[in-house]
């Protein structure tokens, strides 16, 4: 029996193959309930990650979970549920979806350079009241949670990513059920 074979960390290759052509647009354009969730991903030093990927699963407005087949699809008759939306050069991401059903957050996955593995959390645009997670967090960890609503932007939501240090991002452990920060090193 060979031992398994160690992680390697994340990228910087899938930025020439993952990302896809409108990967963050998930309300079909002109759509009344269009909301669009944006902001930067940020290491340890406060540095902004210009090549990051993030994932987002999340439901429907109507609360399903299945979403249509095809993370392609634009078609404006479905609803997939899934987008894939790269970070700029200065660490800006921008996702343009609509709010979800039946679930206060959206599901996120983190990737970039210099993580042995990817990272999870979740994106809440309102803090509901008795919400498991964040009633389980100390209020200045769960602000890290909450996207906050954009003055003077209607429908605009703000939600940075900070991969470590000082005000670090929620990261979800899930074989562990547990929290935990993007070092892995600090969970309970």
């Known amino acids: 029996m060979l031992p398994p074979t160690p992680s390697q960390t994340v990228g910087p290759y899938y930025g020439t193959a993952?990302?896809?052509?409108?990967?963050?647009?998930?309300?079909?354009?002109?759509?009344?309930?269009?909301?669009?969730?944006?902001?930067?991903?940020?290491?340890?030093?406060?540095?902004?990650?210009?090549?990051?990927?993030?994932?987002?699963w999340q439901a429907a407005p109507d609360g399903s979970l299945a979403g249509a087949p095809g993370s392609l699809r634009r078609d404006g008759r479905a609803f997939t549920g899934f987008a894939r939306v790269p970070t700029c050069r200065d660490g800006h991401y921008a996702l343009h979806t609509l709010l979800p059903g039946g679930v206060p957050y959206l599901a996120l996955c983190v990737l970039a350079r210099g993580l042995d593995h990817h990272l999870f959390t979740r994106v809440y645009v309102t803090e509901p009241p008795g919400d498991p997670l964040l009633s389980a967090l100390p209020p200045e960890r769960r602000a890290t949670l909450l996207a906050r609503p954009?003055?003077?932007?209607?429908?605009?939501?703000?939600?940075?990513?900070?991969?470590?240090?000082?005000?670090?991002?929620?990261?979800?452990?899930?074989?562990?059920?547990?929290?935990?920060?993007g070092s892995g090193r600090n969970q309970g």
């Open 18 to 56: 993952l990302p896809f052509p409108g990967g963050g647009d998930l309300a079909p354009p002109g759509h009344p309930g269009a909301v669009t969730l944006h902001g930067h991903v940020y290491d340890g030093e406060g540095t902004p990650v210009p090549d990051a990927l993030l994932e987002f």
């Open 150 to 181: 954009e003055p003077g932007q209607r429908n605009t939501y703000r939600f940075d990513v900070k991969l470590q240090g000082e005000d670090e991002t929620v990261f979800l452990d899930y074989g562990a059920g547990r929290y935990g920060n």
